[in-house]
């Protein structure tokens, strides 16, 4: 295989496939497309603890990315996920760019910085929105990228045009819609993740350096850990809030979120948590 900027040749396919759960041929279809996206965002949670524990450098080579993700049994934040799905992608043979969107649940404002990576791929003459890393409030599989597109069941999701010609993914919760992030199709390159990791990390106005944030999207419930507060949404019902305490917040990482941690990051975490 030759290989290409999202360096597929290097992904241990089968090891993936095993981390995730997914059972079956693959091939650059949607079928696998769509059982894929719902497989790893099953298994793979959103996770900044690197960040929240100090690290000031998160390798986004796909060895790196590979070793922690799938290995290790860590989850990872967007930049990391995208590069570990867009590798995949490319090992299956599957045409596919990526792009930046900015958040607005999370910010509460449309002008941030665009942060959010995701992939758009190009099958039988369609474009599809093929997102694994928004955490809790994402898609479970690839959205159509067209305007007024709609992903009906348990978790709905639409895309809107703005005058603007952004289009918003959406989450059509029981209470309203819930604008995810704006973007454009704009092609973004590894290079550009590097830029957006090293802000992540080290500015002081980034969302991820300062408070543990622990998400996962599973069929039938979304968990969402921002500091110690733990949001629940089941498919339907209003969501719900609560603190958790200590050592709840030590064992939450695997036991609600998959994330398998090393002793040592279970203890630094601890350390963070006690305060000065």
Not at 191 to 200: I, P, T, V, Y
Request: with cysteine; glycine share 10%.
């Amino acid at each position: 295989m030759t290989d290409s900027m999202w360096h597929g040749s290097g992904v241990d396919l089968d090891s993936y496939l095993t981390r995730v759960g997914y059972q079956g041929d693959v091939a650059p279809d949607l079928a696998t497309l769509r059982g894929l996206h719902t497989a790893h965002v099953d298994a793979i949670a959103f996770d900044n603890l690197d960040a929240v524990l100090g690290r000031t450098v998160i390798p986004l080579d796909p060895d790196s990315v590979q070793e922690k993700l799938v290995r290790r049994g860590r989850g990872g934040w967007c930049l990391e996920q995208v590069v570990l799905m867009a590798a995949v992608l490319d090992r299956i043979g599957f045409t596919f760019t990526a792009f930046a969107g900015r958040t607005r649940n999370r910010t509460g404002t449309r002008f941030g910085p665009a942060l959010h990576v995701a992939l758009c791929v190009e099958l039988d003459g369609e474009r599809w929105i093929h997102d694994v890393s928004f955490g809790a409030y994402g898609p479970h599989e690839p959205i159509r990228l067209a305007e007024n597109a709609r992903l009906d069941g348990d978790w709905p999701f639409d895309l809107v045009r703005e005058p603007t010609g952004e289009l918003v993914l959406r989450f059509l919760r029981p209470e309203g819609p819930a604008e995810l992030y704006g973007f454009t199709t704009d092609v973004r390159y590894p290079s550009d993740f590097e830029l957006l990791n090293h802000f992540c990390l080290t500015h002081p106005r980034s969302p991820f350096n300062h408070r543990l944030v622990l998400q996962r999207t599973r069929p039938d419930v979304r968990h969402l850990l921002v500091g110690g507060t733990l949001m629940e949404l089941r498919p339907g019902q209003p969501e719900t809030v609560r603190e958790l305490d200590r050592d709840e917040l030590l064992s939450a990482p695997e036991e609600i979120f998959g994330i398998t941690l090393e002793p040592g990051d279970v203890q630094a975490l601890g350390k963070i948590l006690d305060g000065p």
